[in-house]
C-alpha cells in the first residue's frame, strides 16, 4: 500500500510540474503570421503592479507582452507604434485560452497597404 501512494505522489508531482512547464512556455509556441486591421486598443489591470497591453483585430483580441526566453523586451515600443485604422501583418505566439485569459502574444510587425 505504501508503494502504490509513493507512485501516486510521484505521478501528481510530475503531473503538476508538466503543467507548471506548459503554461509557463506555451507563449513561445505556435508562431503564426496575421494580417489584420487594428480596431482597438487598451490596458487591461491584472493587479496594482501589472497591466497587459491589448489589441483587437476583427473577432480577435491579442497581447503585447515581453518575453524573456525570445529576448523580447520591446511591448511597450510595439503597443505605441500599433494605430487603430491601420492594417498590419502580424507575428504572433501562443495561444488563446478563454479559461486563463490568455492571449495569442504580438512580436513583430509591419505595416501594409490596402
Known amino acids: 500500500m505504501n508503494n502504490l501512494k509513493i507512485v501516486f505522489g510521484v505521478i501528481f508531482i510530475a503531473l503538476i510540474i508538466g503543467v507548471c512547464f506548459f503554461l509557463c512556455f506555451i507563449e513561445y ?15 487591461k489591470r491584472q493587479s496594482e503592479k501589472s497591466d ?6 476583427g473577432d480577435d483580441v491579442y497581447k503585447v507582452s ?3 526566453f525570445k529576448g523580447k523586451f520591446n511591448s511597450s515600443d ?3 507604434k500599433l494605430k487603430v485604422g491601420k492594417k ?5 505566439t501562443g495561444y488563446r485560452f ?3 485569459s490568455m492571449y495569442k502574444n504580438i512580436n ?7
Open 88 to 92: 498590419y501583418e502580424i507575428v504572433t
Open 108 to 114: 513583430d510587425y509591419k505595416e501594409i497597404g490596402d
Open 78 to 80: 510595439i503597443y505605441a
Open 66 to 68: 515581453d518575453l524573456l
Open 98 to 100: 478563454n479559461l486563463f
Open 52 to 57: 497587459v497591453y491589448l489589441v483587437q483585430c
Open 29 to 43: 509556441t505556435n508562431e503564426e503570421i496575421h494580417q489584420c486591421i487594428v480596431e482597438d486598443k487598451w490596458v
